[in-house]
């Protein structure tokens, strides 16, 4: 029999809920939560469904996000989540048909691209996505660090904020910072609920820095494992959300989270490529890298949206010749900008380069060496020039990173 694939009904949800957790190996205990946290977080009309008969076996959602594009415009994105299959229908199509519902609604509502951030690496490349930004889980010997002696005194001041009124003061805290931050996402009040201040992944603390002038400009938003050894505390302080609009607010933060009383390690992936704490302490290595992995996976819907919405590095224009047969992506296009304007359309001039939709997809952002996709033979050209042209081009700082999990 084959899948067939619809929107969710109210009366799908605890099957949607048993599928998805059956998936991922979630207890069937915890169905009940799932049912009130997808009933109550999630966009359950952005929910479809993949059927077998009258069997439910695959499923799969979105958020209503904008993503911040090098130069600080944002763009309406479907932010990809509870992607799902059960294993006793892999290998029959399930989730390529999910994923073309979810395209299919995103393009009726004008977003111009998909993100989502995957459980395995092997599986989105095939339905179009590419690995866009990075993420690195870091750790932080917090009785070992210095802060160096030659920085300024810290300004401001740190303040604890409530559980119930983290939302509040937290987000409007981000909204500043995600406009400052090419590659992040907006995020909903149901958003906060269900990821930071309810549900399985709470949190216990939430701190803001307030500048001189009494303005918040960055919070932190973690929680604290006891671990004593022999009488002695070690802590662990995992630090889930960070942001942080100034230099200062950035450097004060992470002053109150290095000197946290019993806590001895402090690990986070809130550290973007190129964040500076390594280089405000005596000791980089100090702050170390554990694990750098694929963080947003991306997919264009809109080639022209996305491309003239973005600012580049460097005034050029390069020609573009997408390969294949995706709506709104596929094609010749001339891309043509710089740091004030860019404008992006379909043109019959020759092509300077060649590339896939999924190729398109990974270097959009500005975060993806553009020479490395050239070396693996996902960029062609005939000229080698056009590939520095490209790179120079696309290129960005601050380098875009996404530091929202969904």
Same mark, same amino acid.
Request: hydrophobic share 40%.
């Given at each position: 029999? *084959?899948?067939?694939?619809?929107?969710?009904?109210?009366?799908?949800?605890?099957?949607? =809920?048993?599928?998805?957790?059956?998936?991922?190996?979630?207890?069937?205990?915890?169905?009940?939560?799932?049912?009130?946290?997808?009933?109550?977080?999630?966009?359950?009309?952005?929910?479809?469904?993949?059927?077998?008969?009258?069997?439910?076996?695959?499923?799969?959602?979105?958020?209503?996000?904008?993503?911040?594009? @090098?130069?600080?415009?944002?763009?309406?994105?479907?932010?990809?989540?509870?992607?799902? !299959?059960?294993?006793?229908?892999?290998?029959?199509?399930?989730?390529?048909?999910?994923?073309?519902?979810?395209?299919?609604?995103? #393009?009726? #509502?004008?977003?111009?691209?998909? /993100?989502?951030?995957?459980?395995?690496?092997?599986?989105?490349?095939?339905?179009?996505?590419?690995?866009?930004?990075?993420?690195?889980?870091? %750790?932080?010997?917090?009785?070992?660090? #210095?802060?160096?002696?030659?920085?300024?005194?810290?300004?401001?001041?740190?303040?604890?904020?409530?559980?119930?009124?983290?939302?509040?003061?937290?987000?409007?805290?981000?909204?500043?910072?995600?406009?400052?931050?090419?590659?992040? /996402?907006?995020?909903?009040?149901?958003?906060?609920?269900?990821?930071?201040?309810?549900? @399985?992944?709470?949190?216990?603390?939430?701190? !803001?820095?307030?500048?001189?002038?009494?303005?918040?400009?960055?919070?932190?938003?973690?929680?604290?494992?006891?671990?004593?050894?022999?009488?002695?505390?070690?802590?662990?302080?995992?630090?889930?959300?960070?942001?942080?609009?100034?230099?200062?607010?950035?450097?004060?933060?992470?002053?109150?989270?290095?000197?946290?009383?019993?806590?001895?390690?402090?690990?986070?992936?809130?550290?973007?490529?190129?964040?500076?704490? *390594?280089?405000?302490?005596?000791?980089?290595?100090?702050? #170390?890298?554990?694990?750098?992995?694929?963080?947003?996976?991306?997919? &264009? &819907?809109?080639?022209?949206?996305?491309?003239?919405?973005?600012?580049?590095?460097?005034?050029?224009?390069?020609?573009?010749?997408?390969?294949?047969?995706?709506?709104? =992506?596929?094609?010749?296009?001339?891309?043509?900008?710089?740091?004030?304007?860019?404008?992006?359309?379909?043109?019959?001039? *020759?092509?300077?380069?060649?590339?896939?939709?999924?190729?398109?997809?990974?270097?959009?952002?500005?975060?993806? @060496?553009?020479?490395?996709?050239?070396?693996?033979?996902?960029?062609?050209?005939?000229?080698?020039?056009? /590939?520095?042209?490209?790179?120079?081009? &696309?290129?960005? %700082? *601050?380098?875009?990173?996404?530091?929202?999990?969904?």
């Amino acid at each position: 029999m *084959p899948i067939t694939v619809r929107p969710m009904q109210p009366a799908d949800a605890e099957r949607l =809920v048993r599928t998805d957790f059956r998936a991922f190996g979630v207890g069937i205990s915890e169905v009940p939560a799932g049912v009130t946290r997808l009933t109550e977080v999630f966009e359950t009309d952005r929910f479809v469904v993949a059927l077998d008969g009258a069997d439910l076996v695959g499923n799969g959602g979105a958020f209503s996000f904008d993503i911040t594009v @090098p130069g600080g415009a944002t763009l309406p994105v479907s932010a990809i989540t509870w992607i799902a !299959v059960l294993p006793t229908h892999r290998r029959r199509g399930v989730m390529r048909s999910v994923m073309d519902a979810l395209a299919d609604d995103a #393009r009726s #509502r004008g977003e111009a691209a998909m /993100i989502l951030v995957a459980s395995e690496g092997s599986i989105y490349s095939n339905v179009g996505y590419g690995a866009a930004t990075q993420w690195r889980q870091t %750790e932080l010997e917090t009785r070992r660090i #210095r802060f160096r002696p030659d920085l300024p005194a810290p300004a401001g001041r740190v303040r604890f904020v409530e559980p119930e009124d983290a939302v509040k003061v937290l987000g409007p805290i981000h909204d500043e910072v995600r406009l400052l931050t090419p590659g992040e /996402i907006s995020r909903t009040e149901d958003w906060w609920k269900g990821h930071v201040t309810e549900g @399985p992944h709470r949190l216990s603390f939430f701190v !803001v820095h307030t500048d001189d002038d009494g303005h918040d400009d960055g919070y932190a938003a973690y929680k604290i494992t006891e671990r004593w050894h022999h009488g002695h505390p070690g802590h662990l302080c995992e630090v889930e959300y960070f942001g942080a609009a100034t230099p200062e607010a950035h450097a004060a933060l992470w002053r109150y989270l290095c000197s946290l009383d019993l806590v001895s390690e402090v690990t986070t992936r809130c550290l973007a490529p190129d964040d500076p704490l *390594p280089l405000l302490v005596e000791n980089p290595r100090l702050v #170390r890298t554990t694990e750098v992995n694929d963080g947003i996976w991306h997919r &264009l &819907l809109d080639t022209p949206a996305f491309l003239s919405a973005r600012r580049y590095a460097v005034d050029d224009e390069l020609v573009l010749d997408v390969t294949d047969d995706e709506p709104g =992506v596929s094609g010749r296009w001339r891309v043509a900008g710089g740091r004030d304007a860019a404008t992006c359309a379909a043109t019959d001039l *020759p092509a300077d380069v060649s590339l896939s939709p999924r190729t398109l997809s990974a270097i959009a952002i500005g975060a993806a @060496p553009v020479h490395q996709q050239a070396r693996a033979g996902h960029i062609t050209a005939s000229d080698s020039a056009a /590939i520095d042209r490209l790179a120079r081009f &696309l290129r960005w %700082e *601050p380098v875009p990173w996404c530091g929202t999990n969904f």
